[in-house]
């Protein structure tokens, strides 16, 4: 019984360190080691879903290296075996699966985009959008769709149109109440309001409901509205009177997946720039002053 023990241990610590070691390696484009890595595992655990997911992260780093038909061959092998898998199991059962299905998707449009193959791209995206609207990889999917497709044309709109764009430059701020990188990213928003509201600068803070408030404890919405108002008073407050609003479809619409997503609106309510991610001061205003008008 020991034994069993120590030997499940051993395979709990594997499976934490396949997807960060996977991860790493594929980053720097070690592909061969990371490969290595991989089938040791598969070879004493399986295609578990840590398997699946750590496979995934072969396609990202692929496509971070620009080796886009080495990506395309990732993304292919982690679709092929997240699709076997889903024959046997609902797609979100459990985190990892929805990831690298996720994941092989991504690498799959923006790969195709690289090389010239955008609308393929986009019909790819609209296709798995269709396909897997009522699951968690909803949101992924988005993200990708807009990035390829947003930048110059309308914002979509915020809570079901009970937030309006003013006829001014907005700083659409999608953030999360758990998201250490949003926190980092509101003395830059503060700044930027000082230095630009003179000229029109608005922002608003989209956020939404996740199912749990501090400490990832389960909360009902009320309670985790109350847990949204206590972060923005204690990590925000430099940002008084700004909007934020509550509104998970605003989330999916908007494809924030990332957190914070910042999106930049010009005063005619179309979108100048689409960013997953966090930006410096220097960024944002130089794209701010593009929109601007001049004075």
């Known amino acids: ?82 699709l076997a898998e889903l024959k046997k199991r609902p797609l979100d059962r459990e985190p990892r699966l929805p990831i690298a299905l996720g994941a092989s998707q991504e690498v799959h449009a923006q790969a195709l985009a690289a090389t010239g193959q955008r609308s393929e791209a986009v019909s790819f995206l609209k296709d798995e959008l269709k396909r897997y609207e009522k699951t968690s990889i909803r949101t992924r999917l988005q993200k990708n769709l807009n990035l390829l497709t947003l930048e110059g044309r309308p914002a979509p709109p915020i809570a079901a149109k009970k937030w309006a764009y003013t006829g001014k430059p907005t700083l659409v701020f999608l953030w999360a109440h758990w998201c250490g990188d949003c926190k980092a990213q509101a003395p830059i928003l503060a700044r930027l309001r000082d230095d630009f509201a003179a000229k029109g600068l608005t922002i608003v803070a989209p956020t939404r409901y996740y199912g749990y408030a501090a400490r990832g404890e389960d909360a009902t919405p009320e309670v985790e509205k109350k847990h949204i108002d206590k972060v923005l008073a204690e990590n925000y407050s430099m940002l008084g009177g700004m909007p934020a609003i509550v509104d998970n479809e605003t989330f999916m619409q908007y494809g924030s997946s990332t957190t914070p997503t910042l999106v930049m609106v010009d005063a005619r309510g179309i979108v100048r720039l689409y960013h997953p991610g966090k930006l410096s001061y220097d960024e944002l205003a130089t794209k701010l002053r593009e929109i601007l008008p001049a004075s």
């Open 1 to 82: 019984m020991r034994a069993f023990a120590v030997l499940l241990c051993a395979t709990a610590s594997l499976a934490a360190a396949l997807i960060p070691d996977v991860r790493g390696l594929a980053n720097r484009g070690d592909f061969a080691a990371a490969e290595k890595l991989l089938a040791e595992y598969k070879s004493s655990s399986g295609a578990t879903p840590e398997y699946l997911e750590a496979y995934s992260w072969l396609g990202r780093g692929a496509l971070a290296n620009k080796n886009y038909e080495k990506a395309e061959g990732y993304a292919a092998q982690s679709r092929e075996m997240a």
